[in-house]
């Protein structure tokens, strides 16, 4: 049998990530990934990388220190993951757009908090708006700048970790490879080793960074894990050039109604039918990517033609100049989404060696690189990264009413599945 | 059979050469879309109507795998390029 020193569950950015970091502290990785690395959320998503998206607190302090660990490297890795810069090699930064004064005084309030906790963020007027993004709609009630954040291409994040830590020689990778099962010690229930369909590794230490299937390995320990799948759809354009300037604009309700927090936004009835909010990039490659939405579709990835409808008015709502070009694909992901909105992040004192990185919702982008750097201090018993980190820990999970948070999310869930069923019957009219 | 050049060009759309696509599948790709990822050979305007076929064969050959064992990339809507102002009226 193969033994490691620990075994990764799970080849997204999360796993990759852990691996890296890991093989850094010297420890001997598997890394076992069902598909190919970087098949799974990793691959259907955008690349925004940045605090701003993040409630204040240890949520945007989480980003904020992921962005530092990015900006290593960056520096370091010979593989390139399209970290996109400015003329002056600092990150693109983000602009929000608001719509309304709902939204702008929602802006400001979370300018001030995070300001606050020392995270370059300003409310500007639609004057510096339209100095930022020229090609932005012309009568919008203000925004938010976030100069410091940026943007990578995902996937090519995770197979740089994964090509950075082969040159350690301490990482083997098995893809096609599906873990099955979880050995413990009957006693004590600390981990042995998992699994798979190809055979089975052993190794005194196992993480589950199976993104929106960390359920299931979660249950093979025993563990009922909080995460549910939040489904997202975007689209590309052929190539545009700069609709955008170098830089990633979203409206602010994208922000506020990932915490379901929206408010009445002046939209289509189509458009809140999907719960669709703009997030738009032209990036490196030429492309622009425009997106997108949340909503709960169980584990489906598939698109849906109303949703690239409604992305295509929002789109051209704030850059109408979008009209004009050929979208040439749409494509849909889930988000491991936390019931708390908080990822799990940490060591399980009740399964001695189990540990779970996971749960990341629409910030698993930016927060891959923290996260594999913390786990690997918890293996190996190292100080974290920095002290809030602690309330990152699955510990919190102990002695809550999951089943509430569930019935919560289902209410959540319901209510948008209402507005959406409301809107095709009034088609049928 | 002869190898094939590394500098040959497989996909025009996104310029990837035979050799960035042998360098993909030393790296861990055993698929098409394996091979996409790693190096955007059949992401751009075609969508790999045009070298879908030869990065199937490449693949087939570096892993000694039959052709048909090496996938085909996911079909994603809209099927042609269609204007954003078209998808916004519903028009697909
Ligand atoms: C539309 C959309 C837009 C987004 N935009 C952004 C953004 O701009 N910025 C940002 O930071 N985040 C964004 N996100 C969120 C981000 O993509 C996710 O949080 C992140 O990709 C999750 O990574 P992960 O490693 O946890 O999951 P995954 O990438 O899904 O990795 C989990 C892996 O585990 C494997 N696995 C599962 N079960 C098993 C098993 N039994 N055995 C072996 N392997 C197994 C799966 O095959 C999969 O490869 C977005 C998400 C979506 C859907």
Not at chain 1, 110 to 130: F, H, S
Not at chain 1, 139 to 146: F, I, K, N, R
Request: with cysteine.
């Amino acid at each position: 049998m193969k033994t490691y020193d620990i075994i990764v569950i799970g080849g997204g950015m999360m796993g990759t990530s852990c691996a890296y970091y890991l093989t850094q502290e010297g420890l001997k990785v598997a890394l076992i990934e069902r598909g190919d690395i970087a098949g799974g959320t990793v691959s259907h998503t955008d690349g925004y990388i940045g605090a701003s998206e993040k409630q204040p607190g240890v949520d945007s302090m989480q980003g904020a220190e992921s962005m530092k660990l990015f900006d290593e490297m960056r520096k370091t890795f010979d593989y390139d993951f399209e970290y996109a810069t400015n003329e002056n090699d600092d990150p693109i930064g983000f602009v929000y757009f608001c719509d309304s004064e709902f939204e702008f005084e929602k802006a400001k309030e979370q300018v001030a908090k995070n300001q606050a906790l020392g995270i370059e963020q300003y409310a500007v007027d639609p004057y510096i708006l339209q100095q930022l993004e020229p090609n932005c709609a012309k009568d919008l009630t203000g925004g938010m700048w976030v100069p410091k954040d940026g943007a990578v291409c995902p996937f090519r994040v995770a197979f740089g970790f994964v090509e950075e830590a082969k040159k350690t020689g301490l990482l083997d990778v098995f893809t096609r490879t599906e873990v099955l099962d979880i050995k413990q010690d009957p006693n004590t229930k600390a981990v042995q080793g998992v699994v798979t369909d190809k055979g089975e590794f052993a190794a005194p230490k196992v993480v589950n960074a199976a993104g929106c299937w960390a359920p299931f390995i979660g249950a093979m320990v025993g563990m009922e894990v909080p995460i549910e799948p939040r489904f997202g759809q975007l689209t590309v354009s052929e190539k545009t050039g700069k609709i955008t300037q170098n830089r990633l604009a979203l409206e602010y309700g994208y922000y506020l109604t990932k915490f379901f927090q929206d408010g009445e936004r002046p939209i289509d009835p189509l458009v809140k039918a999907y719960n669709v909010c703009l997030n738009i990039t032209s990036d490196i490659t030429g492309n622009t990517v425009v997106g997108g939405c949340r909503l709960f579709r169980g584990f489906s990835i598939k698109s849906e033609y109303r949703i690239i409808s409604a992305v295509a008015q929002r789109g051209i709502r704030y850059y109408p100049m979008l009209k004009d070009f050929n979208c040439i694909r749409s494509f849909a992901g889930i988000r491991p989404f936390s019931l708390d909105h908080l990822p799990i992040v940490s060591d399980v004192e009740e399964v001695p060696g189990f540990y779970m990185a996971c749960g990341h919702e629409g910030d698993g982008i930016t927060l891959g690189p923290i996260t594999g750097k913390l786990i690997s201090q918890y293996a190996t018993g190292k100080p974290l990264q920095f002290e809030l980190a602690k309330e990152l820990a699955w510990s919190r999970w102990q002695g809550r009413d999951i089943a509430a948070y569930k019935k919560k999310e289902e209410e959540n869930s319901k209510a948008l599945k209402a507005v959406e069923e409301a809107y095709l019957a009034s088609l049928e009219k | 059979m002869a190898r094939i050049d590394d500098e040959m060009l497989v996909c025009r759309c996104e310029e990837v050469t035979v050799g960035e696509i042998r360098e993909a599948i030393a790296q861990g790709a055993f698929d098409v879309v394996g091979v996409k990822r790693r190096t955007r050979a059949g992401m751009g305007l075609c969508q790999g109507r045009t070298c879908e076929k030869m990065v199937q064969q490449l693949i087939s050959m570096e892993l000694g795998v039959a052709p048909n064992e090496t996938g085909v990339s996911s079909t994603r809507p809209p099927v042609r390029p269609v204007s954003y102002g078209a998808l916004a009226e519903g028009v697909f």
